[in-house]
Every structure is written in C-alpha cells, then in structure tokens.
C-alpha cells in the first residue's frame, strides 16, 4: 500500500517535488478547490455549545483559513455533543458515588454505576476520536502540516569569487 498522496500545493511549498511543470500543472488543475467557508452551527448546536462551536471554529480558521470549512461543522457539532455527554454522565456518576458514600454504606448500586461509566466510556471515546480528526489534541496538531511560504533561494558563498 502507498503513501496518502500530498496536495501538489505542499509538496511544492516543501520544495521537495519530483514533478515537471507540466506535472505541477495538470495536479493542480485535477486537486479539489475547498472555498466553503461560511461557518455557522449545526441547528442542533443551540446555546452555551453554540458559543464553544464559534469559538473552537474560530481558534480553528486562525491556524490556516482553509483548514476548518463547512464541511468540518458536523464533526465539530459532534465533538460538542459528545463532549457535553460525557459531562452530564460524570455528574451523574460522581452522585451516584456520592450518595453511596454519604450513606456510609459499603453497598452501592454497582448496576447504576456500572451502566454509568459504560456510558462515560463511550462518550470519551467519541469525544476522544472527533478531538483528533479536528486536530485538537496535541498529537494530531503534531500530524498537521501546514505549507510555509516561498523560500528565498539560498546565496552561494563562492559566487564572490566568480568573474563575469
């Protein structure tokens, strides 16, 4: 299995490109041309999430403008719900722990508790995974390149010796 091909963009903006002009060219016209980006949340999105989804779409479109478009709101929207859930759940949990233990009962309901942190598993994974295709931890920030700018070519240090 080969590498996931780069966009002609970065390869040439590593400086690390194989292909003819005539290469270059063709790719570039062949790439797919993203300008999508008119970010509004999801209407499922509503109230203090709908704040925290402007507000990571923001942090997201400051790193690169086309790094974060329409086409990422619902697995932003997602990250939220699941994010939101996994909250709710642990509030939940951390009472019904909290009951026990005010009780003074060594006997919890461990069916509740169990069914509880299955529950607040499942919506850290989903959190979890959302975070990373997003690029919001830090190892999948590690995994993003973003093209640098025109490099200027480098001076030869023997040219000063060169008579024209």
């Known amino acids: 299995m080969g590498?996931?091909?780069k966009?002609?963009?970065?390869?040439?903006?590593?400086?690390?490109?194989?292909?003819?002009?005539?290469?270059?060219?063709?790719?570039l016209e062949?790439?797919?041309e993203v300008d999508l980006t008119?970010?509004?949340?999801?209407?499922?999105i509503t109230g203090k999430l709908a704040q925290e989804f402007m507000a990571i779409a923001a942090k997201?479109?400051?790193?690169?403008?086309?790094?974060?478009?329409?086409l990422d709101v619902d697995e932003l929207a997602r990250y939220l719900t699941a994010k939101?859930?996994?909250?709710?759940?642990?509030?939940?949990?951390?009472?019904?722990?909290?009951?026990?233990?005010?009780?003074?009962?060594?006997?919890l309901d461990t069916d509740e508790i169990a069914k509880l942190t299955r529950a607040q598993n499942t919506f850290f994974t989903q959190c979890e995974t959302?975070?990373?295709a997003l690029g919001?931890?830090?190892?999948?920030?590690?995994?993003?390149?973003?093209?640098?700018?025109a490099e200027e070519p480098k001076q030869n240090k023997f040219e000063k010796f060169n008579k024209k």
């Open 60 to 70: 997201l479109a400051h790193v690169d403008a086309k790094l974060f478009t329409e």
């Open 136 to 149: 919001l931890t830090v190892t999948s920030r590690c995994a993003i390149v973003l093209p640098k700018g």
């Open 7 to 27: 966009p002609t963009r970065l390869l040439i903006a590593e400086g690390k490109t194989h292909l003819s002009n005539s290469d270059v060219k063709r790719r």
């Open 38 to 44: 008119d970010i509004t949340p999801p209407p499922q």
């Open 3 to 5: 590498r996931t091909r």
């Open 130 to 132: 959302t975070a990373r």
């Open 84 to 107: 939101d859930n996994y909250w709710t759940i642990t509030k939940l949990l951390d009472k019904a722990l909290g009951n026990a233990t005010k009780r003074n009962s060594a006997v």
């Open 30 to 32: 062949e790439e797919l």
